[in-house]
């Protein structure tokens, strides 16, 4: 049967060419000239895909796409950005979006996406229900997550809040997550809110909860977040989208700890600690105005800098293994032999999308492989080409960066053995010793 996809953006041009496109390779299409005209649809006809332009006038593509996934629309959902705006990016994918696509792009491009992501999907749909996979803990040795760990022990029993920051990806939800699990809260709630993926009205019911009749739809009481969390841990994500008069109640609250529901009275005390994360230099926000320069001391009293994962290219082999044994439980392929040499191409990519887009490429590797032998070349050509130095890597290796890749490569090949590395790389053993310093590569 011919799979079926609705098409949504408010320019005419692009709605034809990606017709024409998306025709010429078997699918049947339908346009939507905006988010409302795309909600109808999806009421009526059931889709395989949808590709949702992010910025549409009156109802755009993030509000269908929290629509579909609210659902449970099994559908495949590609956002299309424009130039230059990573957050809806970034908060699409939050929102569960399988891909997006930066504009301006070839329709081929787009085209190649969704039916990669339909190859995953059946590969999936062959190999069976996926099982449970187990929480990641923090993996890593470079000096980075080695500090994270540091940080955590020391501050793990302490009522502190935290401040954990760092790109989309590289892991401040898995910090959060082990800083509650390494303290004495462990066996207590670890609630999560995210302040970007919901909108300014429902964040603040919540957060405090509200009273039945606060307002119209309040049918029943409902409890929330900062008294769900009890007293275990309460992690606010994406703490920098907060508007100014949540940021306002928000700060009175944790200055009094303790705060009410919507529409009630009774004060209800704040007992869990506090984490809060944000991919903004909240620093600059707060210089610019649009943060609460209180707000963000009470926040920041320890601060967790998670590092993008192109500066700990070190942790990349540690973090593939564990991907990709746990997508080989989670999809039941039972590989019986990787690469190594797929470890030097991943360690030469530059991952603008972290931790997060190294697990997914190994997913769809393990997923897309022969079954049993994991090859470099079951990696997408956009990485496999960084290796060869190849123009369309999205960013270049740097002169430093390949310094490391070729400091990394020696001490592997030696051991560890430093005059041997030296002696390997022609320089001095002080000057291996000092580079091994600049570069925090000393474990
Ligand atoms: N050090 C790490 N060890 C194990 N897994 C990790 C590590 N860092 C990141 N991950 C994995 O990468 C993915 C992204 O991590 P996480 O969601 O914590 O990132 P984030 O920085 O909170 O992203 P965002 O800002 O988009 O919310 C997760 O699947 C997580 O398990």
């Known amino acids: 049967m011919r799979p079926r996809i609705l098409i949504a953006d408010d320019e005419p041009t692009i709605r034809k060419l990606l017709k024409l496109e998306f025709e010429r390779a078997a699918f049947l299409v339908d346009l939507a000239n905006d988010g409302n005209m795309a909600l109808t649809l999806l009421q009526n006809v059931r889709y395989d895909a949808a590709v949702l332009d992010i910025s549409m006038p009156v109802c755009d593509g993030l509000q269908v796409l929290r629509a579909i996934r609210q659902q449970g629309l099994p559908m495949i959902v590609v956002m299309m950005t424009a130039y230059g705006s990573i957050d809806g990016a970034v908060t699409a994918m939050k929102m569960q979006a399988d891909d997006y696509i930066t504009k301006p792009f070839d329709p081929p491009d787009l085209v190649e996406k969704v039916e990669q992501i339909r190859r995953v999907r059946q590969r999936m749909a ?15 040795k470079s000096a980075a997550i080695v500090q994270i760990r ?43 809110i995210d302040c970007a993926s919901l909108p300014h009205n429902l964040i603040e019911s919540e957060l405090f909860g509200y009273e039945k009749g ?83 001391y009470r926040l920041s009293i320890v601060c967790i800098e998670c590092p993008p994962l192109r500066n700990h290219r070190e942790d990349i082999p540690e973090l593939a293994r564990t991907f990709i044994r746990s997508h080989m439980e989670k999809t039941g392929v039972a590989l019986e032999r990787v690469d190594d ?85 022609g320089i001095s053993r002080r ?11 000393n474990k």
């Open 431 to 441: 000057s291996l010793q000092y580079k091994l310093a600049k570069y925090h590569l």
């Open 150 to 192: 540091t940080t955590v022990e020391k501050i793990r029993n302490r009522n502190t809040t935290v401040l954990i920051t760092g790109e989309s990806g590289t892991g401040k939800g898995v910090v959060a997550k082990y800083l509650h699990l390494t303290s004495d809260r462990r066996s207590l709630p670890f609630t999560h």
């Open 341 to 425: 040499d797929i470890f030097d191409v991943l360690m030469a990519y530059d991952w603008p999308g972290n931790v997060r887009e190294l697990e997914n490429t190994l997913e769809s590797a393990v997923v897309l492989s022969d079954g049993r032998h994991l090859h470099a070349s079951d990696l997408p050509k956009k990485i496999t080409s960084c290796a060869g130095g190849h123009s369309a890597c999205a960013s270049p290796l740097s002169l430093e960066n390949q310094e490391i890749m070729a400091i990394l490569a020696a001490l592997e090949k030696h051991g560890g053995h430093r005059e041997h590395t030296a002696q390997e790389l």
């Open 214 to 296: 606060a307002f119209t739809g309040a049918t029943a009481q409902k409890k929330g977040k900062l008294e769900l969390a009890g007293q275990g841990t309460l992690f606010l994500d994406e703490i920098g989208t907060l508007s100014p008069e949540l940021q306002a109640k928000l700060l009175v609250a944790l200055q009094e700890r303790r705060f009410t529901r919507l529409g009630g009275t009774q004060d209800i005390p704040i007992e869990a600690r506090i984490v809060a994360a944000t991919n903004e230099n909240l620093e600059q926000s707060v210089a610019d105005g649009t943060f609460r320069a209180d707000l963000y």
């Open 126 to 140: 062959q190999l069976g229900r996926p099982h449970a996979v187990q929480t990641p803990t923090l993996i890593g």
